[in-house]
Structures are given as C-alpha cells and as structure tokens.
C-alpha cells in the first residue's frame, strides 16, 4: 500500500499509534510509577514509529530518485530499529525478573505480542530488499531467484550468529560464582550455549546447500529428523531448566544485566518455535482422532453404527409378475439399483407403503438408512404402530 499524500500516512500512522499504546492511557495516570511503565512506555513508543516507517520505505521504493534514500532506510534503519526493539523488549522483560511481582501484567503480554508481531513486517520488508539487491549483481543469474535467496538468508543467518557470539560470551562466565545458583547457571551455559551455537551452524550448512537438488534432498531429511528427534526434545528440556533458574530471584545476583541473558533465551524459543507447533499439531490431530474413534464406537450413530436389523424385519418373497399389471412390469425399476424385477427374483416390499425393491439391496439400505427410499417412511413410526 502506498501511500502519497502526507496527511494519509498521518492518520494511518495516528490510528496505529492509538491501537498501539492505549494500554499506556490507563497506566500513566496511576500515582505510584513503577520501572514497568518507564519501559512499556519506550517499547510503544518505539513500536509507533514502525507504521510511518513502513510508508516511508513503500514510497522511497516507488522513486527512482529515491533509491538510495530507500536503500539507506532498510539496510541501515531496519536493523537498528529490530535491534532497539529487542533491546527494549528484553528490559521490560527483566524487570519481572528481578521483580517477580511486578504489575501490568496483561499490559505487558500484550505490548509484547506487538514487539513481536509488528518488526516482523520490517523483517520480511528486509529480507525482500536485500534478495533484489543481491539478485542486481552482475554475477548472479536472473533466472535463479533461489540463488539471491540463498545468499540473503546466509548474510541474515551470519549477522545473527556473530550476534549471538558476541551475546554468548557475556554470559558464559557469571559476574559472581559465590553462590551455588551461579555456579549451577555456569554450567548450564556451558551445555546449552553451545547446542544452540550447531543448530545455527547446521542452519548454515543447509544454507549453503539450498539449490543442490542431489543433495539437498538427503541432507533435508537428515537434518529434519536430528532437530525433531533430536535437538528439539533435548532442547527443550534446557530452556524449561532456564526458565527455572530466571525464576529464582537470586539470579540477578549472578549477572550485571539480565538483558543478554533474556536476548539469549529469545533466541532459544526461536529456534523451537518450529518444534512446537509441529509436534502440537500433531496433538491436537491425535486428540481429534481419539475423540472421533471414541464416539463412533462408544456413542455410536443409529444411522450407520447400530445393528443393520436391530428391530427391523425384512422378509425376501419371489417376484411374481402375475400380481402387479403390466405397466408396472414395463417401467418399473429398484429405486436403489434401478434394475428391473425379474421372475423369481428375491424381492422385499417396505412394509407399511408397500413399495418393492429387490431384497439385496434393501438389505444395504438398511444398514445405513431405516427409511424407505422412495417416500421415505421412517422405521421407527412402523415399529411404534407395530408393523
């Protein structure tokens, strides 16, 4: 959507900004100000400059004369406004950290749901622009799209591993090893840091085969079946272990700052993420399945699960063209196979219309169905009258 006009993007840019921060309304006329608000206040207003940013972006992208302006506003402005947005979404998270009974809760799970959500379309606007600029170098072939893909991810991939190296470092080595939580969180680190640290190299080793159909193949199902079997349960199990020591209060005392550890643990969940809603996924079409078998053999439908003669009586008579005139031998057919009746033939009439249909096929019928087929007289009201 691109906007032109300066008025129309403020008013988008007003509305977003409204939808953004009215949790803000209530809390900042509160007398008592707690640290909460300072941040959630920062992360909103931050999350406000998103909307005019993204119009800015679509119209720099619409001008040639504005090409360079545009490239200079996702290259170096997305990165830094994803990089804020982390930065101020871990501090607001660390003060429930050092202050488990912090208020605004529901304030916060729902600032957070849009620190999450909203940078994703700046992401998504990134990664776009940069598979069109690598995919202008003279050396890349235009009609192999995936090969722009493919170096993008990588650069994408490269910047957040060396993010993450130079995060890991700062807390691999607790500030304080005096108390036995410290000592346990070093040790944790030294397990899961690095687990985390192969999945990335794993991610890069896919990337670089991304295209190579003879290969690619193999090494896909190879690295699928390690991350599912693999690396989600195990790493599950650590990030539950972390959860619990964030959820001691004497774990501040091990670090200077909660915020690497808590961009760390974002990081985790990422990578995760695909893990949970396969396997739940799975849940939820396992219980589907249980649930639907229990009904059917438990509750069973009188329609199609009950006893096809439970009450029902048909009786088999031959066919005898004698008693029915002879333009009903002419036209008349089965309504269920719309054969015609032959002599001799096994045949049933429905007992309280009469109508005839061949014997066989009645008995189908009423495995599935207690009515006739032609006008359709339920069985039950013949059972009632006693037929």
């Not at 400059?49 to 800015?56: R, S």
Request: hydrophobic letters at 45%.
């Amino acid at each position: 959507m691109q906007l032109k006009s300066i008025s129309e993007i403020a008013t988008f840019s007003a509305v977003a900004a409204a939808f953004i921060n009215w949790p803000l309304l209530r809390l900042l006329w509160l007398p008592n100000k707690h640290d909460v608000i300072f941040w959630m206040t920062a992360l909103c207003g931050l999350l406000s400059i998103y909307t005019p940013y993204i119009f800015l972006l679509k119209n720099a992208a619409g001008s040639w004369n504005m090409k360079l302006l545009h490239g200079l506003l996702i290259g170096l402005g997305v990165p830094t406004l994803i990089a804020a947005d982390v930065y101020l979404f871990a501090k607001l998270l660390e003060q429930y950290i050092m202050h488990p009974n912090a208020p605004y809760l529901g304030s916060t799970i729902y600032v957070s749901l849009l620190a999450i959500g909203i940078p994703s379309v700046l992401a998504f606007e990134f990664y776009n622009w940069l598979v069109s600029t690598i995919s202008k170098i003279p050396t890349f072939d235009d009609n192999n799209p995936s090969k722009a893909q493919k170096y993008a991810f990588l650069l994408i991939l490269s910047g957040l591993i060396i993010c993450y190296y130079f995060i890991s470092k700062t807390v691999m080595h607790p500030a304080s090893l005096d108390t036995p939580i410290c000592r346990d969180l070093e040790r944790y680190w030294e397990i899961s840091i690095p687990c985390l640290g192969v999945m990335l190299v794993c991610c890069v080793i896919a990337a670089f085969l991304w295209g190579d159909r003879d290969i690619q193949q193999k090494v896909k199902t190879i690295l699928l079946s390690t991350y599912f079997f693999l690396y989600f349960p195990f790493y599950s199990y650590w990030i539950s272990k972390g959860i619990g020591f964030l959820r001691n209060p004497k774990v501040v005392e091990c670090h200077e700052s909660m915020v690497p550890i808590i961009i760390i643990f974002i990081i985790k969940f990422s990578s995760v993420v695909v893990g949970i809603v396969t396997y739940g996924g799975f849940m939820v079409l396992g219980f589907v399945f249980v649930i639907t078998t229990l009904t059917t053999r438990l509750l069973p439908n009188s329609l199609e699960s009950a006893p096809a003669f439970k009450g029902i009586n048909l009786k088999a008579d031959k066919f005898r063209p004698e008693n029915h005139d002879e333009n009903f031998i002419k036209e008349e057919v089965c309504s269920i196979c719309l054969e015609k009746f032959a002599k001799d033939q096994q045949v049933s009439y429905w007992p309280q219309c009469r109508h005839v249909y061949h014997f066989p096929c009645l008995e189908k019928w009423v495995k599935k169905k207690f009515s006739c087929p032609i006008c359709h007289k339920d069985y039950i009201e013949i059972k009632q009258k006693g037929l």
